[in-house]
Each structure stands twice: as structure tokens, then as C-alpha cells.
């Protein structure tokens, strides 16, 4: 956005004039046209050129329209009709004053006190242009042009036979930028061009990047999603690890607990083999005993007298006593012996399963400790199996789980992050595109104004001169495309009505664009301006009347260099330069007159 001194500068520009002009010195015309080799003088302020109809007159300005590159004639007709007759080559030369003026000169970037713009033509309709004698192409020369503010297209600056006409017919669209062109406000139309078309560009912009953001949206949702399935993943998958930790560390617990119940077992054995042996070396004690017991009854037997069967029965008696005691003796030792065996046959399987539990412990052990630190539980293997296989059925069900899940989400994330910002900076920029397309609207249409409220009271003016009344009116300049200007008429007493090709006559046509003409005159950029028959189809009081304000006018402004051409006389000061063109014998003669 430029600042306020920028803006005044610029406007300060646009409404100011330059004094420092490049007015035409020459015209040189070589088999173009009647003209076989004339050389026409000009000079700043007024120049009329008068002759007789066929002389060759309009042949001047449509040569300095054809030097300068005008297309309206190349529309109107070929390049090559304009050779003269029986002739292969022309060439038209417009010679600009160039001298520098507080040291600069007009064509800044030619260091020259003088600039010759010709073009050749050619029958067979090949043309090209030269500048102080180097080629340069017609985009070099209407650029060169331009700097001086000189756009030979433009009807206010040139205006040919009949263009009068065209002018009312043009559209009030048309007349608007052909105002703006001549004024030197045509850039301030290209501005807004421009500054349109940057926000165009950056409307265009926005669209994709919305288009992209809601990408990046959808792939920041979706790998999130995506992300959120592998953080449960790991989770349920930490948790199978734990589980499975805590499995292998129950069944090391399982086995642990089988061993100590094994050993406890055996422990618990070699004290019933103890008591055992001590019953059974205590049944055989009581059967040695009674052994003894017996054999002494016998030999008491033996050795007893008298043997009476009295005596005899009673030791008898004894000795089956015993006997039936030492055989219960002997067979409670056997059966304890026997209970020894079996204890012991036992507690040898205890001591081989018990072999096998702790080879089997410490396989476990090893690999439990693979799946991490021991974890004391009382669950059994089974209850944390039933767990495993429900997580297992969870992880299943998150079917197919990305690994790099969560870079890809960041590195989504982030792009969004870096589109979403850049979405944000185009934003801003979008506002302050339009602020700046605002900006300069205003300014042309602040500029527009106040060149309408300028010239509107001029162009009252001269029509009061005729006895007629005017007004100037813009419209839509709120939309550039559509802005335009219209002018307004009325003659002898009658309330003014559009200027068109239908409602006026075409003398009161004329009458009201000259007069629209010479009250813009002093904010036109152009240092020359022509027109070729202006005086057509007006009467002789208003003829005279538009001759002294054109004469005035161009005696108003010395710094611009006004081109007349009439078939008329035109009484005019001593300050003028008049130009006689007459044919002689079909070739046209150009002459001053000495003044």
C-alpha cells in the first residue's frame, strides 16, 4: 500500500502538466499519397493547414497517424493503398523538438535535440519503423510514444474526417477511457487492472489452497485415526506383554510350589521310613526277646521235676503264649518292612519327579526371566490364558495397523500446520489485495470527479457561447468494466438530452463535441492534438464562433501545439503558422505563409 505522499505525488502528477514538451518541428511525406516529397513545418501553439478539397491536406494528418503507428487506418484500409501511384516505396517522417529543458529532455531516453519516428511502407504490404534512424518495432514505438503521453489511437488527440461523428457514436463506456487515455488517468484504469488481477490471481490461489487444506484435513484425520489404532495397539500389546510376563512368571510359580510340595513329600517320607525302621527294629527287639523267653521255658521244661502235667500244661501254655506273641511280632515287623519298601519306592518316584520338576523349573525360569523381571502372582496360568486370549481378539480386531503410523501423523499434521498458515497469510493477503483494488478505485474515481466537476463548467460555458446548455455525468464507477461518461445537450432554450448520432443535428453535434473537446483541452497529456474538418455541416456563425475558441484556446496554452485543417479560411493571429497545401498536376504542393 503506498502511503499518503506517494498517493498526493501521484495524483500531483496526473493533474499538473509538463511544460517540458516534445511538439512536432516537421512532417516529411515521400510518395505517400498526392504527396511525391513534401516537407510540412510545424511549430508549438497554432498551426492551420487550408487548401481546397483534394489538395492533400487531411494526406498530413494521416501521415503523422501512419509515422506514429495509428491502427484506425490500417482498419480503414491497407497500408500499400496509401503509396503513392506507380511508386513501390513510402515513407512518412514525424520530426519531435527534443531540446532539453532544465536538463531534461521530453524522450528521456534518447540524448537528442531532436527525434525522426518514420515508417516505410511497401506495396506489397510489409512496413516497419525507424527511430533517429534505428529499427525499432511498433511495441518499441508506442511504448517510446507513450512516455510523452502521445497515443496516436486516441480521437481526442487525432481526429480524422468524420471522427466527429464516430465520437458521438462511441459508447459512453469508450468515451470514458478515451477521456482517461487523453488525460493521462489510463494507468490509473491499469492499476486497478492490475490490482484486480492480483486478486484474481490470489482468489484463484485460495480456491486451490482450500482445496489442498481439505486434503491435508482428511489426511491429518486419517492417519490420526490411524495413530489412535496403533497407541491401543501398543497398549494392548504392552498389556499382552505383561500378561505373557505374568504367565510364564505363574507357571515358574506353579512349578515352584510342585517342587516344594514334592520335597515336602519326601521330607514327610524319610520321617515315616524313620518311625518305620524304629517299629520295625522294635517288633524284631520284642521277637529276640521273646525268642529268648521261649527257649528258656523249654530248658526250664527240661530241667523241671518233677514233671507234672499240671506243671507241664502251664508251661506249655506260656510257651504258646509266647509263641503267638513272637509270630505277631514277627508279622508286624514283616508289614512294617514292607510299608519301608513301599515308602521308599515312593519317595525314589518323588525323587525322580522331583528331578524333573526342577529341570523343568529352571528352563522356565530361564525363559520367564527372557520376558522380564519376576512378577509375583497368585492367578494360575489358566486364568491369564483366558485373559491372552480375550486381548488377543481385541488386537484382531483392529485389523490391519500402519507400523510408521504416527510419523505419517506428524508429518501430516505439520504440513496441514504449514498449509493452514499459508492459507492464513493468503488470507490476509487476499484483504489486503482488495483493500489496495479499493484504494486505487478510490483514487480514480476521486481523480474522475474532480476532472468533471473541472471541465463541466467549461463545457457549459462554450455552449452558452452557441446558445446552448450542458452537463457532464458519470456513472457506475463503482464497476470499472462499466464506468462511463456521458454528455449532455441542449440547444436554444431546450433541457439538455444525451449526446447521440439520433437526437441532434449534425451541425449541434459538432457544436457539442467540440465543445466538450476544448474544455478538456487544458488537462490533456498529448503535447499536440489535430483535427482534421471540424467546420463540416456547421453554419457560418457558429463556424466563426468554434474557430475563435479553438484560436484561443490554443493561444492559452503555448506549450501545445494544435493541428487545424479546414478547406475554409480561418482568420487567425500573426502567431499562427498557416500552411497552404494545394494540388498542382495530381502532386500536392505544401507552402507557408509568411506572417
Known sequence: MENTDERSAERLELEHRVKSVPHIKEVILENFMSHEYSRIPLKPGLNVIMGPNGAGKSSILLGISVALGQTYTERGERLSDLIRRGKDVARVTVVFEN??????????????DTVSVARYLKRNGDYWHYVNNRFMTKAEVEHLLKQVGINPNNMLIIMHQNMIEQFVTKSSIEKLQMVEDAVGASKLRERI???????????????????????????????????????????????????????????????????????????????????????ASEHESKAGALREKIRETLHQLRITEPRTSEILDDLEKKIDAMMDELIEEKVQEGVTRFKIRLTESEMRKLKSQLSELKTKLASQMSEAELKGPRVETNRKPTEIQEDLKILEVQISSLGSVTPNAEEMYLLADAKYSEVEMKAKQLSENIEKAKEEVEHRKEVWREFLRKLVAEVEPAYVQILKSVDANGKISLRNLED????????????????????????QSGGERIVA????????????????????????????????????????????????????ITPGYISVGEDANVIIVQNISGKSSVGVVER
Open 480 to 503: 470499472i468494466e462499466k464506468a462511463s461518461l456521458d454528455l449532455y445537450v441542449g440547444f436554444r432554450g431546450v433541457e439538455p438530452v444525451l449526446l447521440d448520432s439520433h437526437t
Open 193 to 279: 487492472l492490475d490490482a484486480e488481477a492480483k486478486l484474481n490471481m490470489l482468489l484463484t490461489e485460495e480456491m486451490s489452497f482450500k482445496k489442498t487444506l481439505e486434503e491435508a484435513r482428511a489426511t491429518v484425520e486419517y492417519w490420526k485415526e490411524e495413530y489412535g489404532k496403533l497407541i491401543k495397539l501398543r497398549r494392548l500389546e504392552n498389556h499382552r506383554a505383561e500378561l505373557e510376563r505374568e504367565l510364564v512368571w505363574s507357571q515358574v510359580i506353579a512349578l515352584e510350589n510342585d517342587v516344594k510340595r514334592v520335597e515336602d513329600k519326601i521330607a514327610s517320607l524319610i520321617l515315616e521310613i524313620e518311625d518305620l525302621n524304629k517299629e
Open 99 to 112: 531540446s532539453a529543458h532544465n536538463g531534461k529532455r521530453p524522450f528521456r531516453t534518447i540524448n537528442t
Open 513 to 564: 463535441t467540440l465543445a466538450f473537446l476544448l474544455a478538456l483541452q487544458k488537462y490533456v497529456k498529448s503535447p499536440f492534438r489535430a483535427v482534421d474538418e471540424f467546420d463540416v455541416h456547421l453554419d457560418p456563425l457558429n463556424r466563426e464562433r468554434m474557430v475563435k475558441m479553438l484560436t484561443a484556446t490554443a493561444k492559452a496554452d503555448p506549450y501545445v501545439q494544435y493541428i487545424i
